[in-house]
């Protein structure tokens, strides 16, 4: 009842009916008792309407409307600072989008503020996989956490039927308590039930939607049906919601299966899961009521101890560490948390220029209605509501900024979205405009409301409305107010020639990379993956496919050559070894370090034309049963055996205990991962000697590499035909996508925000010379009057531009210095920092703000004197 | 006299208790009954009514008055009544609390 009674009020019909009520009743009161006795009543009925209790929202769309209306009669200035901040909240909200995508974003499950990463820890590695037993005891003896989950991300071939090639997939391999502990609901079918785990179960599986899509085209058939995962039948039971793309960035999973079926899959002799030395599952727990990440993590330390304790073999030094996803993801890929942090603190500085361009224009026209709003203070206006019309104004233009900027957003974000690498299964970055992104661009919008909009609006309800009413201009006294304007515009000087630097020395950094020799051959060159392995061939099976493919490759007409290796120099997905090299002292705690490394054959050197500088490369005589050798780059020397002769020293693997390897050669150093990457050491094995179940074939032809990818399908496919073949390409698309495109796109993005940077200080800049020139029209009418030549006065109103420009570069010159550091600290071989770039942008700064004032210089020389001084 | 916060409701609620009466009449009464001790101006007396009204204590209807003029008449509704007897009794309580505690006026020495 209440609530209607006031709820009615809202109605404008009620409104009015009750307006003409109290109107009606004052009436007749009046008649009875006389207007002299009832006094006031206009106060009367304003203090009644306040009662209605929704003053204050007629008071906000009045406030509202007049802002619009005041908007309205200046479309120049709405347009301006509208499309000021659309620039930088939109180039704020791409980066964003980019940074959830890269970090931030949360895990896709219920309530994800409760999920944390269990890991395991050694002292040389702080985020290691658990192994399915201490996984195992973890889960029975843990009251922390309401439910843990296991899982892996694998590649599994997947297809159809029997005769179809099976394709690449990622998957993930999972426990069977995966979804309920998630969250995740199915779209369709079910999620596995507890026994599905175990090895000895029916192999189901649960698909992801767009696998569903892109198979079944949506349909409830493909509940039941029948799928190929490395040869092996599965039936599948559900389909992940939409939303659900697993827990892993980058690598979206098509399939999940359940952890117990990855002995099969795998085709191995012993039972992984059982193995409390393989630490390949990723766990993760939803943590219970009443349990926080510190009293979590004291538990599975008492967990992990006893663990020690009881199988000191496997878990010496071990122990478990509880952590947010996001701390995971940095651990993980701390130099994507640099170049995070990096492209925010850019687009900050250019929410910070457009935020001071928008205030310098709301101080300027502030300026120009103070005698609008003198006349509002002195027919009683509170100050305080004139400030909030002020506000309210901002607010407006601060929403359509942050609208405005969702487009210029949506805009980043598409080029974004093209930034892959190309593989086979594709990894995805996941750039998206999602909800996340809207709110994160109103917050922006809101904050940035509050920086640009109070102080002008203080400012302007300090007038000195007597003043302004008198002399018919502003109440102002000129000279604060002129010199924080003064301070703005250096200000934005400044911080755009922090951005442009850093454009720069991406720009620099480019180039260099450009030039830079790959150190190994990329042209005339196709390479290819097979894993027979997914099809349960033994190691000697494999071994036997991969010599038959090479003889058969070898008489392909045009190939000039074949080699193969583990992985291919700048592919995403690079191996990696523990290493123990002789005689090498490691810090204390530590025993081996974690170091690029591949098997390849005796022909790779040859054929990528990696150069030997020292001893020798592998030859056909390194076989199994001969001594075990091996063959570093020029890095790894540096790193472990400075200054000493590596040939003959020897090398082991994965522990003390490893077997030994005979280092026989030294190898140029190259780029493993990325061309900017700081020099890394690298060693190879003999793939005779170490054979691995998946291999890549690099083959050299002598014309286009190209027309070599049939042939070698088919050569493949002539010895299996279920053998998966992958990531088929030249060498030189592979290059060219991890060198040029990304790195191109990177700067690109970069390039973008120092022009964007450069033309909000310049229209800041402009903005402030000319509204210069239109306060001095009189004083410029008097010189010229007096016989001030036309370039007298240009150069009066060039050289204050020029002033505050100087100023803005000095202090930008500073400011850059102090910052360079950490910009080349977080992208090595990048953030080069160039002479050419520090002498250049400032030179560009000084140019493009001596043009910006030469515009309004040109008009204050050209003044008629008699007109400028009658204006007045 | 100026009144304590909140005692205009009350009192417009008792004088309405006897009858009917019009925005003017009730400025009137509590004047009168007072011995003119409250002046109670009609422009903050108005917006009280409407505020009660609002909240459903009084109601109001068009009426003709003595001199056979029409004029917009207050009563008392149920509500209205149930608040009143409890606001006096809270008011009831007050009183004799402060007088407890001021007691007869003490002697000014000096």
Known sequence: MMIWNR?????????????????????????????????????????????????????????????????????????????????AIGANSAIFSFADALLLRPLAVKNPAAMFDVSSTTPDNSLEGMSFPDYRDLRDKSRSFSGLIAYRLTTLAVAANPTAPARMCFSSLVSDNFFSVAGVTPAAGRAFLPGEATASAQPVGVVSYDFWQQNYAGKQSVIGSILRLNGIVFTIIGVAPASFTGLDRFALPSIFVPLGMAQRLDGEATDALEDRGRHDLIVKGRLSAGASRESAQAEVAVIGAALEREYAKTNHNRHMA???????????????????????????????IACSNVANLLLARGRARSREIAIRLSIGAGRSRVV?????????????????????????????????????????????LDWRVVEFSLLVALASCLVFGLAPAWQTARTDFVNALKAGGDGASGKGRMLGRDVLVAGQVALAMIVLIAAGMFLAGFRNMLVMPPEFRTDHLISLDTAPAVLHYSPEQTKAFYRRLVDRVRMIPGVAGVAMTEALPLSPSQTAVNVVPEGYQFPKGR??????????????????????????????????????????????????????????????????????????????????????????????????????????????????????????????????????????????????????????????????????????????????????????????GIRVAVGASHRDVVWLVERRGLILAGVGVVIGGVLTAAAAPLLAAG??????????????????????????????????????????LRNE | MDLLQGTLDMLVLRTLRTGSLHGYGIAKSIRSTSNEALGIEFGSLYPAL???????????????????????????????????????????????????IMGTLPEVKG
């Open chain 1, 591 to 780: 025993e081996k370090e974690l170091e690029f490394g591949a098997a390849v054959d005796a022909a790779y050197f040859s054929t990528l034309n990696v150069e030997i500088k020292r001893g020798r490369a592998f030859t056909d005589d390194d076989r199994a049963g001969t001594r075990r050798v091996a063959i570093v780059n020029q890095q790894f020397v540096k790193t472990y055996w400075p200054g000493q002769d590596p040939i003959g020293k020897r090398i082991r693997f994965d522990s003390t205990a490893g077997p030994a390897f005979e280092i026989v050669g030294v190898a140029k150093t190259g780029h493993y991962l990325a061309v900017n990457e700081a020099p890394a050491p690298y060693v190879y094995v003999s793939y005779e000697q170490n054979p691995r179940s998946r291999m890549t074939l690099v083959v050299q032809s002598t014309g286009d590499p190209g027309a070599l990818a049939q042939p070698l399908r088919d050569a493949v496919r002539s010895i299996d035909g279920n053998v998966p073949v992958f990531n088929l390409r030249p060498v030189a698309t592979l290059y060219k996508s991890r060198v040029t495109d990304t790195w191109l796109q990177f700067f690109q993005m970069v390039g973008t925000m120092g022009f964007i940077g450069l033309a909000l200080a310049t229209t800041g800049l402009y903005g402030l010379v000319g509204y210069t020139v239109s306060r001095r029209v009189k004083e410029f």
């Open chain 2, 50 to 100: 409407k505020r009660l009204e609002a909240k459903g204590w009084i109601a109001s209807a068009w009426d003709t008055s003595e001199h056979n003029r029409r004029a917009k008449f207050y009563k008392l509704t149920a509500t209205g009544r149930k608040h009143l007897v409890r606001e006096h009794s809270k008011w009831a309580d007050f009183v004799s609390v402060v007088g407890r």
């Open chain 1, 322 to 352: 509880v952590r947010t996803e996001l701390q995971r993801r940095i651990q993980q890929t701390p130099q994507l948390l640099a170049l995070v942090k990096m492209l925010m603190g850019l687009v900050a500085l250019i929410l910070i």
């Open chain 1, 388 to 432: 909030r019309q002020l506000m309210t104004e901002s607010l407006i233009v601060a929403m359509a900024g942050g609208v405005a900027g969702l487009f210029v957003a949506y805009g980043g974000i598409r080029v974004l979205e093209t930034l892959s690498v190309p593989s086979d299964p594709p990894f995805v970055l996941g750039v998206q």
């Open chain 1, 827 to 868: 992208f090595p071989g990048l953030g080069v920092s160039s002479p050419a770039v520090y002498a250049l942008v400032p030179l560009a700064l000084l140019m493009v703000s001596a043009i910006a004032s030469y515009l309004p210089a040109r008009r204050a020389a050209g003044l008629d004197p008699l007109r400028a």
């Open chain 1, 7 to 87: 709820l009615r009020y809202l109605w404008p019909a009620w409104r009015r009916h009750e307006e003409r009520e109290m109107r009606e009743e004052l009436e007749s009161l009046t008649a009875i008792a006389g207007a002299k006795e009832l006094g006031n009543l206009t106060l009367a009925v304003e203090d009644a309407r306040a009662t209605w209790g929704w003053t204050w929202l007629g008071s906000i769309f009045a406030d509202i409307r007049y802002s619009l209306r005041a908007l309205r009669t200046q479309p120049g200035f709405s347009a301006v600072a509208v499309l000021s901040l659309a620039l």
